[in-house]
């Protein structure tokens, strides 16, 4: 059922080694650029937990060391791949990220003139040939729950 998924799904920043209620501010507890594709903005618990415990979004994973990563698809000279990178926050520093219905013709070249990206946390525009990675889903930000 989808409470056990959730359920299992959930992070904390509570615990040994993490923060307690009371000393956690709003700036930790606020939706930061790096939780894109990682963390849900949206499922989080109301009341002193809120911002504190979250769900991992749809396609999120932990890798070796613990970080989470999300999947982008490589994008070479303007042309999307089909080519999947799995990369953390850190690793995602620098990339033209095009969003996931940017518009392709059927051999996958970016059609528009100026693409809609993310670069370093800021919704910009840019020429298909600058994009380096393009999203996996327009549903890879939220959780399975709010997915559905």
Same mark, same amino acid.
Do not use: W
């Given at each position: 059922?989808?409470?056990? $998924?959730? /359920?299992?799904? &959930?992070? @904390? *920043?509570?615990? %040994?080694?993490?923060?307690? &209620?009371?000393?956690?501010?709003?700036?930790?507890?606020?939706?930061?650029?790096? /939780?894109?594709?990682?963390?849900? %903005? $949206?499922?989080?618990?109301?009341? =002193? !937990? $809120?911002g504190l415990i979250n769900s991992l979004a749809v396609f999120a994973?932990? !890798? !070796?060391?613990?970080?989470?990563?999300? %999947?982008y698809r490589r994008v070479v000279d303007g042309k999307v791949t089909?080519? $999947?990178?799995?990369? @953390?926050?850190?690793? #995602?520093?620098?990339?033209?990220?095009?969003?996931?219905?940017? =518009?392709? !013709?059927? +051999?996958? #070249?970016?059609?528009?003139?100026?693409?809609?990206?993310?670069? /370093?946390? #800021? @919704?910009?525009?840019?020429? %298909?040939?600058?994009?380096? +990675?393009?999203?996996?889903?327009?549903?890879?930000?939220?959780?399975? *729950?709010?997915?559905l």
């Amino acid at each position: 059922p989808l409470s056990e $998924i959730t /359920h299992k799904r &959930r992070v @904390s *920043a509570l615990g %040994p080694g993490g923060l307690t &209620r009371e000393r956690a501010g709003f700036e930790v507890r606020d939706v930061h650029t790096t /939780h894109y594709g990682r963390v849900c %903005p $949206i499922e989080t618990p109301e009341g =002193p !937990n $809120i911002g504190l415990i979250n769900s991992l979004a749809v396609f999120a994973k932990t !890798n !070796n060391f613990g970080f989470l990563e999300t %999947p982008y698809r490589r994008v070479v000279d303007g042309k999307v791949t089909d080519d $999947i990178e799995y990369m @953390s926050a850190i690793e #995602e520093v620098g990339t033209v990220v095009a969003q996931a219905d940017s =518009p392709m !013709n059927e +051999h996958g #070249e970016l059609t528009e003139e100026m693409v809609m990206v993310r670069y /370093h946390g #800021e @919704s910009v525009r840019m020429s %298909p040939d600058k994009v380096t +990675h393009m999203d996996v889903s327009p549903r890879q930000v939220v959780s399975v *729950a709010a997915s559905l």
